[in-house]
């Protein structure tokens, strides 16, 4: 074995065992918007990692830095053990990126797009392998022009596919798709995650994070406000249900004033907020609390005109942690 | 498939091609519009054999002796019908039979009126009994390579030349990075020294196409003439075809929107239109721009391809136009390849 193979099959058993993607006080600034502001995150080998967040919440800055294509102000970016500044080439070799809003050309097949970008990577999948993947079989040789939305994102995938990445980047990959795209693609990653690719994605869909994520970061104005797998965030929460009701008082037209007080002081209730006049309990023991909460309302004298109750989810975690909703902005 | 296929270089320039040729508009401008051109100018600005002028005349006696000239059809007509069909355009010229001999009537200051004038007079005195002091004979010759047909032929390759290159590589590079492609290929390995070689690649590949198709029609239909070294010809079509690839790079190395590329091509390409002696010489413009319109690569082009085509000259004797065309290459391209915007 030759001297620099030997270093680079060392390199690769040292790179193997580190993680795949670390972020250390990443920090970027537009003018005066600071877009990631400190970041730390960590992704290990053959993790599904989740960046949820509004839109502005500095998502795709990050994912971008990871990817090379824009240089963070601060701080230090090293996926598969390697950097940027020596390593660039190599490591556009071995990860795969789907962009937000790529266009390809239209007048193009599936299949010249797909050799175009092959022709790109030393190794790879064949054309035909990563069209089957994406299941584009039937659109071989159809003009990306005459794509539906899904199809052309699975292209997409395809292309970010081709080159056999370790580390996957897909952004916001389900934007814009209809439910029967979002979740032909959610199976897709589904398989790609079962191949033991490493994938970091970034959404505004809480659904789609606790759908494929092992572990979501919830990103807000440029920071992670919380960290763990989908079942840990939703536990901060404290209870797992959420019940919102709202009140009107004795005669129908009044506004009722609601004493949050003596409702609170039901068990199972952990935390109460008021959104648009419409409150928000968390509550851990639903089928004892309810009944409570009607015997309480009747007791000021109140109406009740909604009533709802669902599982938390991941918005609540957001919602709870920033007081704003994941798509208010 | 072979290595060759494989290769990134191969894959890029083959979509160049294949974009190119699925873009119909695209083969228009390229193919057809110069043909249509030429095809409309050659018919315009044709050579046509010499015109028979119409006159009138007072008396039968004047009509015989006009219509004895060849270049001169006679009618016998009274002064005021005769002024009317003067007034109109129906003949050129009216001889007037008078007390003293003839008087003619006409407009001096349109050519065929003074060219009909002096064939009325000479039939006329002719016919009264004058003699040529000096015996003189017509030697008639019709030379290919004066004629405005050839004038124009080098200037609109020129000028095709100038739009397919700037549009050919502006337009794509810009509607790239609008649609974000830029920004996804630069985020694969791809060589970017690659991306910008296949644009000249298929630029090349199609010049080849462009100029046979050009020339051959020029040369078939309207004889235009070949008299320098068709392989110094081919020098120059892939030299200005460098110059304006290189001035559409530098068009579209910054431009973020087709808007701003279009507005951009036309603010170079326009005054060039005019001021580039591709429908009339350059010449003719003032002796105070004239270095500035010499110095203009498109001027540089057509003055060396009519060199080339026309007048027979080396590549020597082209020199300056040369020397403008490569460095209207080297640092446009230079130029452009610092300040590109990859993203």
Known sequence: MDESLKSAVLTQQANESGPSLLLRGVRKTYGDVIAVDGLDLEVARGECFGLLGPNGAGKTTTIEICEGLTVPEAGSVELLGMNWHSSANELRQRIGIQLQETQFPDKLTVEETLCLFRSFYRHGLSVDESIKTAQLEEKRRSRVGGLSGGQKQRLAMACALVGNPELLFLDEPTTGLDPQARRHLWDLVDELKQAGRTIILTTHYMEEAERLCGRVAIMDHGKVIALGTPQQLIASVGAEHIVEIAVTGKDENAHGVLDSALLKAIPGIQSHRVDAGLHQFSVSELHTAVPRIFAALKEQGLHLSEFRTHSASLEDVFVGLTGRNLRDE | ?343
Not at chain 2, 17 to 34: C, Q, S, T, Y
Not at chain 2, 134 to 139: E, I, L, M, W, Y
Not at chain 2, 241 to 258: E, N
Not at chain 2, 309 to 338: D, K, T
Request: aromatic letters at 10%.
């Open chain 2, 1 to 343: 498939m072979s290595k060759l296929v494989e290769s990134s270089l191969f894959q890029l320039t083959a979509v160049r091609f294949r974009l190119l040729l699925r873009e119909p508009e695209a083969i228009f401008w390229i193919f057809v519009f110069p043909i249509l051109l030429a095809v409309g100018l050659g018919i315009a600005f044709r050579n046509r054999p010499a015109d028979v002028l119409q006159v009138g005349a007072t008396t039968t006696q004047l009509t015989q002796a006009l219509a004895s000239d060849k270049g001169l059809t006679a009618a016998t007509m009274d002064e005021t019908v005769g002024t009317h069909a003067l007034a109109t355009g129906n003949i050129l010229l009216l001889a007037i039979q008078t007390s003293q001999g003839v008087a003619y009537k006409y407009d001096d200051t349109n050519p065929d009126a003074r060219s009909a004038r002096l064939l009325a007079n000479r039939a006329i005195q002719i016919a009264a009994g004058r003699q040529e002091a000096v015996h003189a004979q017509d030697r008639l010759v019709h030379e290919t390579g004066a004629r405005y047909i050839d004038f124009v032929v080098p200037g609109l390759l020129g000028m095709n030349l100038m739009g397919s290159a700037m549009w050919g590589l502006g337009f794509s590079i810009v509607e790239a990075r609008q649609k974000k492609l830029l920004k996804r290929m630069v985020a694969s390995p791809m060589p970017r020294w690659q991306y910008l070689m296949s644009f000249l690649l298929s630029r090349l590949a199609m010049l080849v196409i462009e100029v046979v198709f050009f020339l051959g029609f020029a040369w078939l239909v309207f004889g235009v003439p070949f008299r320098g070294a068709l392989w110094e010809l081919g020098v120059l079509c892939v030299l200005t075809s460098l110059a304006f690839s290189a001035l559409g790079l530098l068009v579209a190395s910054r431009a973020k929107t087709m808007e701003a590329a279009s507005g951009l091509m036309n603010l170079v390409m326009l005054p060039m239109w005019i001021l580039s002696g591709v429908f009339f010489s350059a010449s003719r413009f003032p002796a105070v721009v004239q270095p500035f319109v010499r110095a203009l690569p498109l001027t540089a082009a057509i003055d060396a391809m009519r060199g080339n085509m026309l007048q027979g000259m080396s590549l020597a004797q082209l020199a300056v136009p040369l020397g403008i065309l490569l460095a209207w290459f080297v640092v446009p391209f230079a130029v452009s390849l610092r300040i590109f915007r990859w993203k």
